[in-house]
Structures are given as structure tokens and as C-alpha cells.
């Protein structure tokens, strides 16, 4: 019942949404949504989202001045699991950022979905 708890309030205090990979293809395509991957350098290299930014997760907090001039799109981030974006978008909504998204379950249900990954 605890566990539960924690959930449900987790999910109504939560500023940000989590949303699918399909539900993410979506706010590309349909509202030009700006894409943050916050996994290291060595990551991103091994495969990326088209058009994504790199942001690690430790760089975040230095970065609203990079993100400022994304305002008015929604911010779509992504890591490997979804703990790291789940981390960066708590920070920005503390930081008064709104219209943030976390990728759910992060890359790994991006490639389960069987999205494409641009690899360099």
C-alpha cells in the first residue's frame, strides 16, 4: 500500500510528463519538439535519436541558457532507462521550466519499439 502511495502521489506532484515512444514521435513530428539526450558522450555516439542534443545529466543544471532558447517547444528527454531524464526533468521544473517530457523507459523502449537510432 506504501509503494502505491508513493506512486499515485508521485505521478499527481509530478511537472513533467512520461510518454511512449510513439507518443513521442508524435510531439516530434506535430509540435517540433526539441529532443535532450542526457547520457554520456560514449552513449550518444553508440546511437541517438535523430536530432538530438547532447546534454549529460551532470551539465543540466549549467545548461537553462542553452534550453532558454527552445522556449515556447516542448523539451523531450531521454536517457537509457529513464532515470537520468527522470532526474534532468525534475531540475528543470524546479528551475520554472514547463512543457518538459521524460521518455519512458528511456532508449531502451525506443529500440524495443523499433525506432531508428542515428549511430556516429
Not at 546511437?47 to 532558454?68: E, R
Not at 521550466?97 to 531502451?108: D, E, K, P, T
Request: net charge positive.
Amino acid at each position: 500500500i506504501v509503494l502505491l502511495l508513493q506512486t499515485v502521489f508521485s505521478d499527481v506532484t509530478r511537472k513533467y510528463k512520461l510518454i511512449t515512444p510513439p507518443e513521442a514521435i508524435s510531439l516530434i513530428n506535430r509540435q517540433d519538439a526539441v529532443i535532450i539526450d542526457t547520457r554520456n558522450k560514449t552513449e550518444f555516439n553508440a546511437g541517438h535519436i535523430a536530432d538530438a542534443i547532447l546534454i549529460p545529466l551532470p551539465d543540466i543544471k549549467d545548461s537553462t541558457d542553452k534550453l532558454n532558447k527552445y522556449e515556447g517547444k516542448p523539451l523531450l528527454f531521454y536517457c537509457k532507462t529513464g532515470m537520468r531524464s527522470d532526474e534532468a526533468c525534475k531540475i528543470l521544473s524546479k528551475q520554472g521550466f514547463s512543457n518538459i517530457f521524460a521518455l519512458s523507459g528511456g532508449i531502451q523502449s525506443w529500440e524495443d519499439a523499433n525506432m531508428p537510432l542515428i549511430k556516429k
